[in-house]
């Protein structure tokens, strides 16, 4: 796929999204279709975690826009968009199909992608770590019922802000980065996160599944953390230097609350969080 000039979506070689939870009544699908249909790219990786089948099992919920992000990105697949997959904990049934296509999407265990600078990263969803967290359960089960009552402050915190005209923002984030022995897991997720790299000889590390958006460099490894969409909302996206960025849509896409996504008011500045 090329960039087509005329196109008012933006390219990117290459794009990761992970966390998604589509089946869980806090996924946020509205900012991530009017992501989708905001960008082009040669190849989009799920890292995991795309559909929350365990939510499903525990309470059924599909809202419509939830089908809406699977149409989009089978639209993108059979456009000539790579589609590559790499299941997480919460839809590991996929992982049966490791090595095989899924409706034309490639099904990995893990993957290198190879930047246009020349660097390798090697992708995986990131539950493998969880035995180096000795706090995961406060980070990687969105069925917890101490997550559960974040996010339902967070929901009640949204539409406040949207009587006021403001955007959407995760009060659910913004706790957890506060609570220490969240902070402690996290860090012990990353540095795992990060020997992995190192065992493996790449450049660095893309992975998803704690919900904490990060890119920082630590011992000449790249740790990139692609977020999540009942959170942050966010992205990794490769320029087409080689460059990866962690694209916060939340901040710069202000979605109103309408089931019409064509009324969803377009933000041209976008702020971006790089690392070379």
Not at 61 to 84: D, F, M, N, P
Not at 129 to 152: E, M, P, Q, V
Request: proline share 1%.
């Amino acid at each position: 796929m090329t960039n087509n000039n005329t196109s008012d979506k933006q390219y990117f070689p290459a794009v990761w999204i992970s966390d998604v939870h589509l089946g869980y009544k806090d996924c946020r699908a509205d900012y991530l279709l009017d992501f989708l249909n905001s960008i082009e790219c040669d190849t989009l990786y799920l890292v995991g975690d795309i559909i929350d089948l365990w939510s499903m099992k525990r309470n059924f919920y599909w809202h419509s826009s939830h089908y809406q992000v699977l149409t989009c990105i089978q639209e993108k697949a059979s456009q000539g968009t790579r589609v590559i997959y790499i299941p997480g904990n919460h839809d590991e049934t996929f992982r049966q199909y490791i090595n095989n296509s899924l409706f034309g999407i490639e099904v990995h265990q893990q993957y290198i992608h190879t930047t246009k600078a020349n660097k390798r990263f090697l992708l995986v969803h990131g539950d493998d770590f969880d035995s180096a967290t000795r706090y995961n359960k406060l980070i990687s089960i969105a069925g917890d019922a101490g997550y559960d009552f974040l996010l339902f402050l967070n929901r009640w915190t949204n539409r406040i802000r949207r009587l006021f005209g403001q955007n959407y923002w995760s009060l659910a984030a913004w706790i957890k980065a506060r609570v220490h022995k969240a902070r402690e897991a996290i860090e012990a997720f990353e540095n795992a996160a990060i020997h992995e790299a190192k065992k493996q000889g790449v450049d660095g590390i893309i992975c998803g599944h704690i919900h904490h958006p990060e890119i920082k460099v630590v011992d000449g490894i790249v740790y990139c953390n692609d977020g999540d969409w009942i959170e942050s909302c966010t992205a990794l996206v490769e320029q087409a230097c080689g460059r990866i960025e962690l694209l916060h849509w939340s901040d710069t896409k202000k979605v109103l609350n309408s089931a019409d996504e064509s009324s969803h008011s377009r933000v041209k500045n976008k702020e971006q969080k790089s690392a070379a």
